[in-house]
């Protein structure tokens, strides 16, 4: 049985050094999984495409010269701002997705940080939002213009906070969607979209006063 083993493990060692070195989609992926995911697509490619596309020299770059440089933000969830739990929204119903977050470290966030759609259901087109540089301890909102799905049912999607560099970082943060057909959740941001409109516009004087159609 140990003879069996050791030809088990000089198999999957080979399949390793090897693998895929004609299919770099494949190459991408796998050193993503090895990664954690904490590199992006276009990262990946930059490191096998720097040593010829040898997976295990890959990582091994990446852990020499990108590593020591990492400085990994932190990030803190802090709640849900809208589309909290038990708020329902009608189908293709256009909303604001907000999420409360804060700088958990000790250090100012690096320029050029966004929001990713990382899994799940993205509910639009947008897929990535560029959030200003925290200071430590700072807590700031982040807001996703997003539509909800056609058909009713409960729905959900994740989103994590990445680097300019592709280092994604912190964990994952939801929007979770019940989509019902009696829901009241985009009527009332657009009520509250128009209240803050009007509040914000010159209120004219009637012709007898300040009353809009005069006093009889």
């Not at 829901?183 to 509040?199: A, D, M, R, W, Y």
């Amino acid at each position: 049985m140990e003879g069996m083993d050791v030809d088990l493990d000089l198999e999957l060692m080979q399949k390793f050094s090897c693998l895929g070195t004609t299919d770099k989609d494949v190459l991408i992926s796998e050193f993503q999984w090895l990664l954690g995911f904490q590199l992006n697509p276009a990262g990946c490619a930059f490191f096998l495409d720097m040593t010829i596309w040898n997976l295990q020299a890959a990582i091994g770059a990446y852990y020499d010269f990108e590593s020591p440089n990492i400085s990994v933000p932190s990030m803190s969830f802090v709640e849900d701002v809208t589309i909290g739990e038990g708020e329902s929204i009608p189908p293709d119903t256009q909303f604001i997705k907000t999420w409360r977050i804060q700088n958990s470290g000790a250090e100012a966030w690096p320029p050029g940080v966004c929001l990713k759609y990382v899994g799940g259901d993205q509910f639009g087109l947008v897929n990535m939002v560029m959030v200003r540089s925290l200071e430590p301890q700072e807590i700031a909102d982040v807001s996703v213009q997003m539509c909800s799905p056609s058909r009713a049912g409960m729905y959900q999607g994740q989103w994590q906070m990445c680097t300019a560099t592709g280092l994604y970082y912190s964990d994952v943060i939801w929007v979770i969607l019940s989509v019902e057909v009696g829901g009241l959740l985009g009527v009332t941001q657009q009520l509250s979209s128009f209240e803050t409109e009007f509040n914000t516009q010159p209120h004219r004087k009637g012709l007898h006063g300040p009353y809009p159609f005069g006093q009889s």
